[in-house]
């Protein structure tokens, strides 16, 4: 009886992969990881002589992969395209395995990709798959002459109690490496006076971004829907990605002293 009940024990164990799966929260992950900062470093690099970049805006992809499959290979067709911005909502309910699939169908992408935070991607333990799998939520880099400040404005996530959006990033980023760009995009998920902001300090937000270096624009996502707004009636222009289950995104050209976009359709 004793041998009977080892057998059957060995054969469970041995088979265990197949019997138990993660928990759909649990963080553990395989495969590339801190890729922000190492695209950042490809895209820095490729983008260093250029006058001219041109960077497609895709967003809220949620659970929808085979829409964001299209959007892939639909980029990877167009002419010259320097690198992806992902603003955001990569899954749909923040579980583990959401992330690494959509990662995977952004690996397939031609172009180096950098992936900001959504309030989706929040969930269970979303924030900490984001941070080990991309990186920090608050960033920037520059490509050609142009500087790219990445913002986290999901303020809901944290109940209003943490400091989103984060003005002693936006502080020190209207000076650091001022010599090194001409220009300025900034990106995020939720533009002001979404459900997902802090209303709050939307002012205040505003007046850190009318001091950013010659800000061309704004490229936002969360809303679902393409759109064209001077939220502010003061000429700063937040151009909103529409979700790829619609078929669509932003591809932009950009210059130190111009810029010109088009809405794609897949």
Not at 99 to 104: G, V
Not at 169 to 174: A, L, N, Q, T
């Amino acid at each position: 009886m004793k041998q009977l009940l080892l057998i059957i024990g060995v054969l469970l164990l041995s088979g265990c992969q197949h019997l138990f799966e993660y928990h759909p929260y649990d963080a553990r992950f395989t495969g590339a990881k801190n890729i922000n900062r190492q695209n950042i470093g490809r895209i820095e690099k490729n983008c260093r002589d250029k006058d001219t970049i041109r960077v497609a805006f895709i967003s809220d992809s949620h659970g929808w992969f085979s829409d964001l499959k299209r959007a892939v290979s639909s980029v990877n067709k167009q002419e010259k395209v320097d690198f992806v911005v992902h603003l955001g909502d990569l899954t749909d309910c923040g579980t583990t395995r959401e992330y690494e699939r959509t990662r995977d169908l952004l690996q397939d992408l031609r172009v180096p990709y950098i992936a900001m935070i959504g309030n989706h991607d929040y969930l269970g333990t979303g924030d900490e798959v984001f941070d080990v799998m991309f990186g920090g939520m608050d960033f920037s880099f520059i490509a050609g002459r142009v500087k790219f400040i990445c913002l986290n404005t999901n303020a809901t996530e944290y109940d209003y109690i943490a400091a989103v959006p984060n003005f002693d990033f936006m502080e020190e980023e209207i000076t650091a490496h001022n010599d090194d760009f001409d220009a300025t995009v900034v990106c995020m998920h939720a533009c002001p006076y979404s459900d997902q902001f802090n209303n709050n300090v939307a002012k205040a937000f505003n007046h850190y971004m009318t001091l950013f270096k010659n800000l061309h624009f704004a490229a936002c996502g969360h809303g679902h829907s393409f759109e064209i707004n001077d939220i502010y009636n003061n000429g700063i222009i937040y151009y909103m990605a529409d979700s790829v289950a619609h078929g669509s995104y932003l591809l932009f050209t950009i210059t130190p002293t111009y810029y010109a976009y088009e809405l794609i359709h897949f």
